[in-house]
């Protein structure tokens, strides 16, 4: 029965991706004290809490209120409510100055695609929203109908990756003019004379993923939390982190390399490489055929892990 509940929560809210090889790259101890930044469908969480007994704890991140309904029943598991870029004062609000091991899947739930009403999909109509945090904060139609062309086109640029981007910028100015964007299909209305239609589904993809990016602040927040966890982890302890854009993948790339964003390894006086971590995925692990089959959301994901010196 348990076994099944377990497989339902998962399937309903969120397939979690690369599970058993993120969890043996946690190398988890069953005593040791464990964050989980992102909780979601709670499936990491749940795997995690399978190999922790007396003395171990899980601390779990998701700043959506929605994934309260995805708690265990575990009394190892504690579930935090906040966003990972709080991690370390989060911890201390519970007593914990160090843990064992972080794991991070920086994906965005199945749920928050499939619940239409979110505003995360181009797919179908709904309020132009994004926000993983509805407590408050921007929401994508305040980005899209206040923000300026110039900004708006640096958005697409750094975040979506797109071309032309000032053309994009242009063809949403032009559509505000006339009528405040306030919805998904509104959106990808005003955008629709600069849609290619070969690749329109690539095209919306990755505009709506630098809008959410935006709105969230994803990045900022996963430089903080990188620079966080390098403190909090205990010498020997492990950074485990599943990305899905070249963005977020270069970003952990840099830090697990040289503990700095740009990547730039620094050297002592004796002109020996000076890093916090010792790389253990020296190329990252991608998902297997088996698993792109059974969940092909997990296409674009990239798993790295590395220990703190």
Known sequence: MQQYIYIAVMSFYHTPVLLEESI???DIK???????????????????LQDLGEGGALYSFDQDRDTLANAPDDEHFNFVESNFRFLRS??????????????????????????????????GDAPLDM???????????????????????????????????????????????????KT??????????????????????KLFQALRI????????????????????????????????SLEDRLVKNFMRSGNFEGKVEKDFFGRATTPFEIVTRKPIVP???????????RSAKLRAAIKL
């Not at 921007?138 to 071309?163: H, K, M, W």
Request: hydrophobic letters at 40%; glycine letters at 8%.
């Open 30 to 48: 069953s005593n040791g004290t464990y964050a989980d930044l992102t909780f979601g469908g709670g499936g990491h969480t749940r795997r995690i």
């Open 184 to 205: 998904t299909a509104q959106l990808v209305q005003a955008v629709a004379p600069c849609t290619p239609k070969k690749d329109e589904s690539k095209f919306l993809t």
């Open 131 to 181: 926000r993983m945090n509805q407590r408050g904060g921007r929401t994508a139609a305040d980005v899209v109908n206040n923000y300026s062309e110039e900004e708006l086109a640096q958005i697409f640029s750094q975040y979506g990756e797109l071309d032309t981007t000032w053309k994009i910028a242009a063809c949403i100015a032009r559509a505000r003019a006339n009528e405040e964007i």
């Open 24 to 26: 043996e790259l946690l």
């Open 214 to 245: 935006e709105v969230n602040g994803e990045m900022e927040a996963l430089k903080m939390a990188l620079e966080q966890a390098l403190k909090v982890l205990k010498p020997g302890g492990r950074l485990v982190v599943i990305s899905y854009h």
């Open 288 to 298: 297997t055929a088996e698993e792109l089959e059974a969940n092909p959301r997990s």
């Open 90 to 123: 989060a911890l201390r609000l519970r007593g914990v100055t160090e843990v064992d091991g972080i794991l991070a899947d920086l994906g965005v739930s199945s749920h928050h695609f499939d619940a239409k009403e979110r505003g995360f999909s181009f797919r």
